[in-house]
């Protein structure tokens, strides 16, 4: 099962030629996930010829317009083609309120359930087959959460030789027992899916978090992250006017990481006062307290693969 992030947009406050705003869209197999949706978003989506029509859920970190006023245009154009699955948007409070004045003071022609629900962090969201989603709680000017998207754990790999040693023939019941049924062998026993399926492995583990102080309890909320999206909006220079405004540096963002062992982290969110030649400076600090950081950049592409 795949599993892949693109960053729509990378960037804070207000979009640039070549920076549109904080977006990400991760896709899970057939699932699409979109977390926020600032300007931009839609000509990110054309330009990497996502199927956008198909998210399945929204997820909004809070509602400053930075991240909020790309999701109309999407509401609007998801209208254009025969959609019976409703979408779900999940954030903070004003998060109804945003959305719904937006359809009424737009005029949109809808043709699609939308439901929209205001969350309390921590909560789980959302779920599906194998994963869910869940919210907590950051600090910011204005209520707003980060998010975790994890998977549960996967079977054991399965044993071809111990199946036909203990009898049961190849064929559907291998089916069976991969998907945790117990079947009955040739000669009549009972064979379990722990007789055949090596140690349960883990699932995978992506996570979003951005406009905030730092807090330590963030590190925990991400633990193991398999793949961190953070927000590094300013350098140390700026480590005043970050906190005055409640972000992060880009040195916490890495602090982060490392205390939360993630196995990669991206920065996000960057401050319009940085041009692209001076993202460095950024990836530097971070990289301090945790090597493996990297830029984010507009429609980049990562791969969320399994470990085992």
Not at 236 to 248: F, N, R, V
Not at 284 to 289: L, S, Y
Request: net charge negative; glycine share 8%; with cysteine.
């Amino acid at each position: 099962m795949n599993m892949e992030a693109f960053v729509l947009g990378c960037g804070g406050m207000m979009p640039l030629p070549y920076r549109h705003l904080t977006s990400v869209l991760l896709r899970r197999d057939g699932d699409l996930f979109l977390f926020d949706g600032g300007e931009g978003t839609q000509v990110s989506l054309r330009r990497l010829n996502l199927k956008w029509k198909k998210i399945n859920a929204i997820f909004v970190s809070h509602t400053h317009s930075d991240h909020v006023t790309g999701l109309p245009g999407i509401l609007m154009l998801s209208s254009q083609v025969d959609r019976e699955e409703p979408l779900y948007i999940y954030g903070p409070p004003k998060i109804a309120e945003y959305i719904e004045t937006s359809r009424k003071v737009l005029d949109m022609y809808i043709n699609y359930p939308i439901i929209v629900k205001e969350i309390e962090a921590p909560c789980v969201v959302h779920s599906g087959e194998g994963f869910y989603i869940r919210a907590f709680p950051l600090e910011h000017s204005k209520t707003c959460v980060g998010y975790t998207l994890e998977e549960l754990n996967r079977p054991g790999e399965f044993s071809p030789e111990k199946a036909e040693a203990l009898g049961v023939p190849r064929g559907p019941l291998w089916g069976k027992l991969q998907h945790g049924e117990c079947v009955e062998a040739k000669n009549g026993s009972l064979v379990t899916p722990e007789q055949v399926l090596g140690k349960e492995r883990s699932g995978r583990k992506f996570s979003y978090v951005t406009d905030t102080l730092y807090l330590p309890s963030i590190a925990k909320e991400v633990q193991g992250s398999d793949l961190l999206i953070c927000e590094g909006m300013f350098s140390d220079e700026h480590a005043d006017q970050a906190k005055e405004k409640k972000h992060m540096t880009a040195r916490q963002a890495g602090k982060i990481a490392h205390d939360a062992q993630v196995r990669r982290m991206g920065l996000i969110h960057y401050s319009p006062r940085y041009n692209d030649k001076e993202l460095p400076a950024l990836l530097e600090a971070a990289q301090e307290n945790y090597p493996d950081a990297f830029l984010t950049r507009d429609r980049m592409q990562i791969d969320i693969p399994y470990i085992d």
